[in-house]
């Protein structure tokens, strides 16, 4: 089965004419919300942002993510897009000819979010090139997670995003070990599979590194993740850390996919969604797309 987008609510657009499609992109700290996706009763940053959406155009607006983030994970360069009327992009100015739609749209944006005292943050919105997808367009995403393994070092301004780890990580094992992860394979140890949907990803980077500070600094780049896959291989690279698992684990974990319950999720207030990247023009955008929608299989 093909994974398809989340409906988005249709531009009211006159006959024959082409909604505009929107890029967003903005950042946001996990803590103050359930996830980004909107759940009744819960704070969510897609709620937040279609309710602020809403407000300026007064009507429903449905977003759609480049990666979809679970409750407590935080992101700094999210994107996402909609779809608007000709009419309703360029009446964002207001009639004002110095004004540009995307720099207003950026500016109204941070009037309506002012309630959530900075959690969530719009930089930037422009007018996408066609073709453009939020999600399928994406050829990668990027993740950074954070741990700080020894108290007398920790710093309580930091807590926000970083996992405090009750163990001390050799991180040179841990950077070893993330070899194995690389490339084209099937995740399902690391995943929580999604009915009719494929846990096979391309891991394009992971390094592993300590900081000047002493923080230990996991970054992993794919072209795309299935559910919890980050911090189940967070989670996996700190048992091999701690040395409750033997160096060569992960790489048995990736050779023999299977579904249980030794990997652990590592804890989600340590990760930040750093970047999405996309093909740089149109066509691109529109392949890119076309071939994320098929089904991949090793």
């Known amino acids: 089965m093909t994974e398809q987008p989340a409906p988005s609510a249709p531009a009211p657009s006159a006959a024959g004419e082409e909604p505009v499609r929107v ?23 897609q709620g937040a942002l279609e309710d602020g959406l809403e407000r300026i155009l007064r009507r429903p607006v449905r977003t759609v993510v480049a990666g979809r983030t679970d409750a407590g994970v935080h992101a700094r360069g999210q994107v996402v897009h909609l779809d608007l009327a000709e009419g ?4 964002l100015t207001r009639g004002r000819p110095d004004l540009e739609p995307g720099a207003s749209l950026t500016r109204r944006l941070g009037g309506v979010l002012s309630g959530w005292d900075g959690a969530v943050v719009v930089h930037g919105a422009r007018r996408a090139p066609a073709g453009f997808d939020a999600r ?14 020894a108290p007398d070092r920790r710093d309580p301004r930091t807590r926000a995003f970083t996992h405090w780890h009750g163990a001390a990580l050799d991180e040179r094992l841990m950077a070893l070990e993330a070899d194995a992860v690389l490339g084209l394979h099937d995740f399902l140890s690391f995943c929580r599979p999604r009915e009719g949907a ?9 390094r ?3 900081d000047e500070d002493g923080s230990v600094r996991v970054r ?28 060569g684990w992960l790489g048995l974990r990736v050779a023999t ?35 994320t929608r098929a089904r991949r299989t090793l």
């Open 23 to 45: 890029r967003l992109d903005l950042a946001y700290d996990g803590g103050a919300f359930r996830g980004w996706a909107r759940q009744p009763g819960l704070d969510s940053v």
């Open 88 to 91: 309703e992009w360029a009446g």
């Open 136 to 149: 399928f367009s994406a050829l990668w995403r990027e993740y950074e997670y954070r741990i700080d393994d």
């Open 198 to 206: 494929t846990t096979i990803r391309e891991v394009q980077d992971l």
């Open 208 to 210: 592993v590194a300590r």
């Open 220 to 247: 992993i780049r794919a072209d795309a993740f299935c559910h919890n896959m980050v911090r189940a291989v967070v989670g996996a690279l700190l048992q091999v850390g701690e040395g409750s698992r033997e160096p």
């Open 257 to 291: 996919p299977a579904r249980d319950s030794q990997v652990r999720l590592a804890p989600p207030r340590g990760l930040t969604l750093l970047a999405v990247g996309y093909p740089e023009d149109g066509e691109g955008l529109r392949r890119r797309a076309e071939g």
